[in-house]
């Protein structure tokens, strides 16, 4: 009798071990599932597919003073740059700033060499003192009287100007003027939208 439940005991406790052996078993599986289904939560993904390219990443062509710029559309050269209260444009007619303000500008001269006439407002630009002020400008033409077009094969002298405070006249060490325009010469357009961009560095 005594043989028969010892034997009974052994045999209970073996099953008792086997099935916690088995029970932990189950428990690291499970665990190591769960901890991959943890990784894959966090796999971050790289794409490789190309940033698309914007108008703001086309490549800006540094001119020099007196550097002539041909394209199909039209010809441009700036020649001289400088400052004045006071800009004449025919005549009889002229350009001047307010008290406390000067003109930036840089003056040039421009032929149109497309099928049609086009708007001063074709040509938008910035001029950028010392890498912190901007101010947005488009081109003036000179030498007639509310002149805003220039025809097929006509030449203007230019304006590209901005009214500084006196206290920046006085105290910038160097400017960018960036400037251009499409190939249709659109009206109102942005440097953003700009087929040809060009920039001039002036210090002073």
Known sequence: MKKTIIKSGIIGIALLMLLYASGCGNQSQNGNSSSNDDDSAFVI????????????????????????????????????IGEAKKIQSTDISYWKTEDGETFFYAKGTIKNTYKEAFERFSIPGEIIADD??????????AGSVGMTKLEPLKSSTFYLMAEFPDELINTYKECKIRFGFDEELTPFISLDNADYLFELDYKK
């Open 45 to 80: 993904k790289i794409s490789t597919d190309k940033t698309p390219t914007t108008s703001k990443n086309k490549e800006i062509k540094q001119i020099s003073l007196n550097e002539k710029i041909t394209t199909d559309i039209l010809e441009m050269t700036i020649e001289e």
């Open 132 to 141: 912190k002020y901007t101010y947005s400008i488009r081109i003036n033409f």
